[in-house]
Nanobody, 118 residues
């Protein structure tokens, strides 16, 4: 399984970016997919997740500003980030998860840097 993240960059506060995560196979094979981020000196945290049935979950810091979506035909998950703030700066990682009877397996893509200037 390979996850290729793209779309990061430098943006001014108040601006927008869209991240993409392309999976090497069908995203239907995963129970859910999502984005996590890690700022310097901080732990990795959940940004947003989307289940195979379309349910979504967001971290408190991004609710109302970020939207996660998926395009099954393209095996790609997107993260639309609006009204970006300097605190959104960090490395954003794509994640895919499969559940088994007694365990879950996580797959991670390489991160993409998002920098928001004030």
């Amino acid at each position: 399984v390979q996850l290729q993240a793209s779309g990061g960059g430098l943006v001014q506060a108040g601006g927008s970016l869209r991240l993409s995560c392309a999976a090497s196979g069908s995203i239907f094979s995963f129970n859910d997919m999502g984005w996590y981020r890690q700022a310097p000196g901080k732990q990795r945290e959940l940004v947003a997740r989307i289940g195979s049935g379309g349910s979504t979950e967001y971290g408190d810091a991004v609710k109302g500003r970020f939207t996660i979506s998926s395009d099954n035909a393209k095996n790609t998950v997107y993260l639309q980030m609006n009204t970006l703030q300097p605190d959104d700066t960090g490395v954003y990682y794509c994640n895919a998860r499969k559940y088994y009877t007694s365990a879950s397996v996580n797959y991670w893509g390489r991160g993409t840097q998002v920098t928001v200037s004030s």
